[in-house]
């Protein structure tokens, strides 16, 4: 059962001085969280022995065992190795000091005196990412039990198959089982009806020989069916296999193969019998329950290893601007995830990630796009819609769409496998360019350098932003094909302006 977003999460407070604690207990009251205070470091891990902790606001000063040490004895616990822990310091701490805390798991330092808003907004977001954490771990676990359940009901059903195939010495024809014998003196073979089916031959033209019969193996289960042969020598009555076959069509099915000997007098192999069932569907569900479980885990480790570095990296003038800031992003993300969702992640078209971003602004004409069919993996997408992000986010306060007389051009093309696409503003504000990178520019070049391995160049002209993202492909992205016309762009003179853009 899946936990309630109202769920309450235990946020520690460890500090010697009982006003401090007070003080602590006024400000985050509101959060709604469970609040537990700890007058030393002792009594908070003795507490921390015996519950669940999201969030440890700990004072860095304390007699006894300082914030430090006991953040440090934390850790050790393997328990408490993700809890996120918060500092308060009333000195200055040095930039050692900030390196050892961040070192012992520290999220973040907080300098008395408390800003009470800033506090809060800071243990509400990690409260939060705490119960999706959690939510995520118990989705995990129900997954597993999934698997296991359906693994269980597979490892069943074959096992009664067997043991069905066991008590038969030869098989009927009959669906996807077939039936052979193998004359071991004469070396003649026969095979029924089921045995051509599956593997996909023509009674009529096929002549089963030991040759023709190895030609159909694959070239990896050969020799494990020749080992086979050779233990019916040593006095090996019965025999099971599971191995591949390739049809004349160049499919390649499974097939679980039962085996058993006939003797003369003198104990000597005379004839081989067998039983040949396609379980070819068997294997590809094993395949699809194996690919959907680490498919899960990769998606939710990503996605919340991509939420936790927005919120981390994240800056604002103020609470409020630092909550806008860390929702515009994420939902950003969120546009982009529901792209590739639709796709089952193959991939996501980079004209539909720009027409998302821009589609709040999309009155009148002042928007125009024009590039190449290009269809993005999905960390690439996810990587370009956030540069993306910041650039219309950018605009939109400060260049040219935050004026109804601004113009906007975003083209893009392929160039010897590199994306290059051109952000061009113009008609809006005159632009002057800054002293020192902003954080949006800094998130830009960051994310399209740092994780793409490309490059991000602003030309801060007067009449407005010009940034190129060069971004590198991998040879299946590639198309040369220009984007077709969709009923929700319309086209003009292959430039397509997304004024008219109806949205669903």
Not at 138 to 150: C, F, G, I, M, T
Not at 324 to 331: D, F, L, M, P, Q
Request: negative net charge; aromatic residues 6%.
């Amino acid at each position: 059962m899946q936990m309630m977003d109202h769920e309450q999460v235990n946020i520690l407070l460890v500090d010697d001085q009982p006003a401090k604690l007070l003080a602590y207990e006024v400000i985050l009251k509101e959060l709604g969280e469970n609040l537990i205070m700890a007058s030393s470091g002792r009594e908070a891990l003795e507490f921390l022995l015996k519950n669940d902790v999201a969030i440890i606001l700990v004072d860095v000063c304390m007699p006894e065992l300082d914030g430090f040490e006991l953040a440090a004895m934390i850790r050790e616990h393997p328990r408490f190795q993700k809890t996120a822990m918060i500092f308060i310091s009333a000195i200055q701490v040095s930039d050692l000091d900030r390196l050892r805390g961040y070192e012992m798991g520290a999220v973040d330092y907080v300098p008395v005196p408390v800003v009470p808003e800033v506090l809060r907004a800071k243990i509400k977001v990690f409260a939060e990412l705490y119960r999706k954490t959690r939510q995520l771990e118990r989705l995990n676990v129900e997954l597993e039990d999934r698997v296991r359940a359906r693994t269980a009901e597979l490892e069943e059903s074959h096992t009664r198959l067997l043991e069905s195939e066991q008590r038969r010495s030869l098989a009927i024809a009959a669906g996807k089982m077939g039936s052979w014998d193998w004359d071991w003196i004469s070396g003649d073979w026969m095979w029924d009806d089921g045995q051509y089916q599956i593997f996909g031959l023509d009674p009529k033209s096929f002549v089963v020989t030991p040759a023709s019969v190895q030609a159909l193996l694959h070239p990896d289960d050969i020799d494990e069916l020749r080992k086979a042969m050779a233990e019916f020598t040593k006095g090996i009555t019965s025999y099971e296999a599971e191995f591949r076959i390739l049809r004349p069509d160049g499919e390649v099915r499974w097939c679980a193969g039962t085996a058993a000997t006939s003797t003369d007098k003198d104990g000597r192999v005379v004839r081989v019998s067998g039983v040949t069932v396609d379980i070819t569907e068997r294997k590809q569900a094993e395949e699809r329950q194996n690919l959907l479980a680490r498919e899960v885990d990769h998606r939710a480790k990503n996605a919340l290893a991509l939420a936790q570095s927005i919120v981390r990296l994240t800056r604002g003038e103020n609470v409020k601007s630092y909550i806008r800031s860390v929702e515009g992003r994420i939902t950003a993300l969120a546009r982009v995830h529901t792209v590739l969702s639709l796709s089952s992640w193959q991939g996501a078209e980079i004209a539909k990630l720009i027409d998302e971003e821009l589609a709040p602004y999309s009155t009148g004409e002042q928007i125009e796009l024009r590039g190449a069919e290009v269809q993005l993996q999905p960390a690439t997408a996810q990587t370009v819609a956030l540069a993306l992000h910041e650039l219309v986010t950018n605009s939109a306060k400060y260049g040219a769409l935050s004026v109804l007389t601004g113009r906007l051009s975003v083209n893009w093309e392929i160039k010897s496998d590199v994306l290059d696409i051109v952000w061009a503003e113009a008609g809006g504000p005159v632009v002057e360019k800054p002293i020192s990178r902003g954080f949006g520019t800094r998130s830009v070049i960051a994310s399209i350098e740092s994780q793409l391995g490309g490059k991000a160049d602003f030309d801060w002209r007067p009449e407005g932003l010009v940034c190129r993202l060069s971004v590198p492909l991998s040879p299946r992205q590639v198309a040369s094909d220009p984007a077709p016309a969709r009923d929700a762009v319309t086209e003009e003179n292959g430039s397509r302006r997304i004024g008219q853009l109806a949205r669903p």
